[in-house]
């Protein structure tokens, strides 16, 4: 049997290994979730932990006094098997293991997680409990471009011992959805037409009928007669008192006046 490969099957290849790889990885980001087995199996818990699926596969470490601490989610933490965090003391080659990620609980709000691996190594003689336990706080923080983990505290005092570790993240921050108002769509929309019928206006003031200057600005009489009305409205509205008229100048009267009255006016004139 031959088999042929034209030129036109080569697109559909690169298209089925594209969809192969999306399907391998999705499958093997849900495979990461999985290693971390649950005390009490819930679907609560299962939920919360594929919150952290960015976050699998990724060593976090901090440094408190002489001991380094590495933690891993749902995976060998710096390559121990089945261990969840270790604790590397400065000077000695074998690392302890605070929790192990087959012994899991994890508990979770909007934007934090409490992560919990138990059964740790055992202590010598101190706590009730006898073994180590791991306490990761997961918390959002929308300025960390690279999540950092923190030592907290070690108690020892009381009678479940446990460490207590801090780890922020951006990848557990919710999505914020922005919301427009209607009045902002309305705005935008009446800028849009404004700009729109301006720059319409003035190419067609331009370049069809050629006119120059202000003359380019469109419908340029009416605006002018619309701010004329506007602002005698404004000015009959906001006018707080009359409006002073201006005083005009009164001639004398243009009549002839009687010889008597005439005369009358010339007698003071006459010497004495």
């Known amino acids: 049997m031959k088999v042929s490969c034209g030129p036109n099957s080569v697109p559909v290849l690169i298209w089925t290994l594209a969809a192969s790889l999306v399907l391998c990885s999705g499958l093997a980001a849900t495979e990461n979730n999985k290693k971390c087995l649950l005390l009490s199996e819930s679907l609560s818990e299962r939920k919360v932990l594929s919150r952290l699926e960015p976050l699998t596969g990724k060593n976090f470490t901090t440094v408190d006094k002489n001991y380094t601490y590495v933690f891993q989610l749902c995976g060998d933490a710096d390559g121990v098997k089945g261990a969840g965090v270790i ?3 400065t000077g000695v080659k074998k690392p302890k293991i605070v929790g192990r990620y087959n012994s899991t609980k994890a508990y979770g709000g909007r934007d934090w997680v409490m992560l919990i ?17 791991a306490i ?17 505290e070690e108690d020892v005092v009381r009678k479940e011992c446990y460490y207590l570790f801090e780890l922020d993240s951006s990848q557990l921050c919710p999505v914020v959805l922005s919301h427009i108002s209607t009045g902002t769509i309305i705005i935008i929309i009446g800028i849009c037409l404004l700009a729109v019928y ?5 190419l067609y003031q331009r370049l069809v009928v050629g006119a120059k200057g202000m003359e380019q600005f469109p419908n340029i009489a009416f605006w002018q007669e619309f701010g004329n009305l506007t602002a005698d409205g404004c000015d009959f509205v906001c006018r707080s008192r009359p409006r002073e008229e201006v005083p005009t100048y009164r ?5 002839p006046l009687d010889e008597e009255e005439q005369e009358e006016r010339d007698d003071h004139l006459l010497p004495m």
Not at 117 to 133: A, P
Not at 136 to 152: E, F, G, H, N
Not at 251 to 255: F, L, P, Q, S
């Open 251 to 255: 001639g004398g009267a243009t009549e």
């Open 198 to 202: 301006l720059i319409g206006g003035f």
């Open 136 to 152: 990761v706080m997961i918390s959002c923080d929308r300025k960390a471009d690279k999540a950092q983990l923190t030592m907290i």
């Open 87 to 89: 604790q590397k003391e």
């Open 117 to 133: 691996y138990e059964n740790g190594e055992g202590y010598d003689n101190h706590c009730e409990n006898d073994k180590r336990r």
